[in-house]
C-alpha cells in the first residue's frame, strides 16, 4: 500500500493501514464528531463526508459522522464499514490528489491530536467480561484452590463470563477513585468496612458489537466476526479484598462496577486481517457450536507501564499477548448468544485478564506478585504488591508489520485517594 501523504512515523500507532475510529471534540470548542486517526492527527469524517469526498451510497443522508458517538455507524454493516476504509485509505495516499492537493479543506478537517479531547466512543448499553485466558484462570486457582483444583470443571467446555456494569465504562484519562468496601481479613473474624487495600488492574481487550441479533436467535460461531465493528484496550480494575468477601455464590459485584477505563480508538477487524493467528489448541473437543473453522486470534502485543508519584519514568511490569486467550472472540459471542440473548449496537464484551505462560506476561498484579507474597522491585526502589495512591497505569497494544505498526494507542488511569468514608 502507498504511504500517506500525512507524515507518519514507523513506530507510530496509526498508520494508513490502520485508520481507527473515535470521537473527539476540538479543544478550541465544538461538538463531538468522528474522527480517524492518522499519524499525529485526527481526520474529520464529517467534514469529508459533508464534501462529497466519501461518496458512500449507504451513507447518503445520514450524517453519521456528525454524531457523538459510533453506535450509528456500527449499526451497519461490515460491507459499508469496509467501503468507507478502502475510500480512506485511497484519499490519504501520498500519490492520490483530491484530498492531498485541497489545501483549505485539509486545513478544516485535519486536527493534531494534542488538539482535540478524546471522548467514549461508545454508548455501551450492556458490558460482558469473559474469563477466557487459561494461563490467568489456572494461576488465580492455584492461589486459593491449589493446583489439582486449578480450573472449575467447566473451564475447558465453556467461556466463562459475567455481566458487568456499564455506566462505569470511562474513557482513558479518567482518575481512578479507590473505592470503599466490605472486606474481610485472615485476622479479623468479622468484616470490616473502608477503603480497598489490595486494588489492582486487569490487562484486557475488548470488542464493540456493530449490528446484533433478534431475542431468541444465536450468532453462529463463523458468522460472529461480521457482528464485530472493531477492538479496544480495556482495563478492569479489581478490587480483590471486596471481590473475595463478596463473590460467593454470585460472582463479582462492587469489587468490579466502580470504573473500567477503554482506550479511544477503535481498530477494525480488517486492519487486524493481516495478524490472523490460531489461537491455543483445545485441550478437549468442544461442542459443536463453539468449533470454529478458521483461526480465531491475533497477534497483539501488549504491555502494562506503571508509573509511582515517586517514579521518575514509567516501570514496563507486564508483556503479554492477545493469542493467548483460549477463548475467542467469535466463540464467545456464540456461547453468549446461544440460548437466545439478544446482543446490540454499542454492547462491550471484554476477553478477561490476558495472561501468558511466562511470570513476566501475567497481566494482573494478583497474578505478578502471586497475591501480594512476591512483590515487584521498582525503579526507585520502592515496592509494589498493590496499586498505590498516585500510581499511573498505561496499557498500549499493537501489532507489529513489516516497516509499520497496528495499534490501539493507550488507556490510562492515575488512582486518586478513596473517599472520606467517617460518615458513611
Known amino acids: 500500500m502507498n504511504h500517506s501523504f500525512i507524515e507518519v512515523k514507523t513506530d507510530s500507532h496509526f498508520p494508513i493501514q490502520n485508520l481507527p475510529y473515535g470521537v473527539f471534540r476540538p479543544k478550541n470548542g465544538g461538538t463531538p464528531r468522528v474522527g480517524v486517526a492518522i499519524g499525529d492527527y485526527v481526520l474529520d469524517l464529517s467534514i469529508i463526508d459533508a464534501s462529497g469526498l466519501l461518496n458512500i451510497p449507504e451513507l447518503q443522508g445520514k450524517e453519521v459522522f456528525k454524531q457523538s458517538t459510533l453506535n450509528e455507524f456500527m449499526s451497519m454493516n461490515?460491507?459499508?464499514?469496509?467501503?468507507?476504509?478502502?475510500?480512506?485509505?485511497?484519499?490519504?495516499?501520498?500519490?492520490?490528489?483530491?484530498?492531498?492537493?485541497?489545501?483549505?479543506?485539509?486545513?478544516?478537517?485535519?486536527y493534531q491530536q494534542k488538539d482535540v479531547e478524546m471522548l467514549l466512543p461508545v454508548e455501551?448499553?450492556?458490558?460482558?467480561?469473559?474469563?477466557?485466558?487459561?494461563?490467568?484462570?489456572m494461576n488465580v486457582g492455584m492461589m486459593f484452590r491449589g493446583k489439582e483444583n486449578a480450573l472449575m470443571p467447566n473451564w475447558l467446555n465453556l467461556p466463562v463470563g459475567y455481566h458487568g456494569r456499564a455506566s462505569s465504562i470511562v474513557i482513558s484519562g479518567t482518575d481512578i477513585r479507590r473505592p470503599l468496601g466490605q472486606m474481610k481479613t485472615p485476622e479479623s473474624e468479622t468484616p470490616i468496612f473502608g477503603p480497598c487495600l489490595r486494588f489492582d488492574f486487569e490487562l484486557e481487550m475488548g470488542c464493540l458489537i456493530g449490528p446484533g441479533n433478534k431475542l431468541g436467535t444465536s450468532i453462529p460461531v463463523d458468522e460472529a466476526e461480521d457482528h464485530i465493528f472493531g477492538?479496544?484496550?480495556?482495563?478492569?480494575?479489581?478490587?480483590?479484598?471486596?471481590?473475595?468477601w463478596e463473590y460467593q455464590p454470585l460472582g463479582p459485584f462492587l469489587g468490579k462496577n466502580f470504573a473500567t477505563s477503554i482506550s479511544p480508538w477503535v481498530v477494525s477487524i480488517e486492519a487486524l486481517e493481516p495478524f490472523?493467528?490460531?489461537?491455543?489448541?483445545?485441550?478437549?473437543?468442544?461442542?459443536?457450536y463453539l468449533q470454529q473453522s478458521r483461526k480465531g486470534s491475533f497477534d497483539?502485543?501488549?504491555?502494562?507501564?506503571?508509573?509511582?508519584?515517586?517514579?521518575?519514568?514509567?516501570?514496563?511490569?507486564?508483556?503479554?499477548?492477545?493469542?493467548h486467550l483460549y477463548w475467542s472472540m467469535a466463540q464467545q459471542i456464540a456461547h453468549h448468544?446461544?440460548?437466545?440473548?439478544?446482543?446490540?449496537?454499542?454492547?462491550?464484551?471484554?476477553?478477561?485478564?490476558i495472561s501468558g505462560s511466562t511470570p513476566e506476561s501475567r497481566g494482573s498484579l494478583l497474578e505478578l506478585t502471586w497475591g501480594g507474597l512476591e512483590p515487584i522491585l521498582m525503579n526507585n526502589g520502592e515496592q509494589r504488591k498493590?496499586?498505590?495512591?498516585?500510581?499511573?497505569?498505561?496499557l498500549t497494544a499493537w501489532c507489529q508489520g513489516n516497516g509499520y505498526r497496528i495499534g490501539f494507542g493507550e488507556v490510562t488511569g492515575c488512582i486518586l485517594p478513596a473517599l472520606e468514608f467517617s460518615k458513611i
Not at 477492538?231 to 471481590?243: E, M, Y
Open 78 to 110: 461490515r460491507k459499508v464499514w469496509s467501503s468507507v476504509r478502502t475510500r480512506l485509505q485511497t484519499l490519504l495516499r501520498s500519490d492520490e490528489p483530491i484530498l492531498r492537493d485541497q489545501f483549505v479543506l485539509r486545513d478544516q478537517a485535519f
Open 124 to 137: 455501551i448499553g450492556d458490558y460482558t467480561d469473559f474469563y477466557a485466558s487459561k494461563e490467568h484462570a
Open 231 to 244: 477492538l479496544v484496550l480495556v482495563n478492569d480494575w479489581s478490587a480483590r479484598d471486596i471481590q473475595a
Open 276 to 288: 490472523r493467528v490460531n489461537g491455543p489448541t483445545p485441550e478437549v473437543e468442544q461442542l459443536p
Open 300 to 323: 497483539i502485543e501488549l504491555a502494562v507501564n506503571l508509573r509511582g508519584e515517586n517514579m521518575e519514568y514509567p516501570q514496563r511490569i507486564c508483556q503479554s499477548n492477545f493469542r
Open 337 to 353: 448468544t446461544v440460548g437466545g440473548c439478544n446482543l446490540r449496537t454499542g454492547d462491550l464484551l471484554a476477553s478477561g485478564t
Open 386 to 394: 498493590w496499586l498505590e495512591d498516585g500510581d499511573e497505569l498505561t
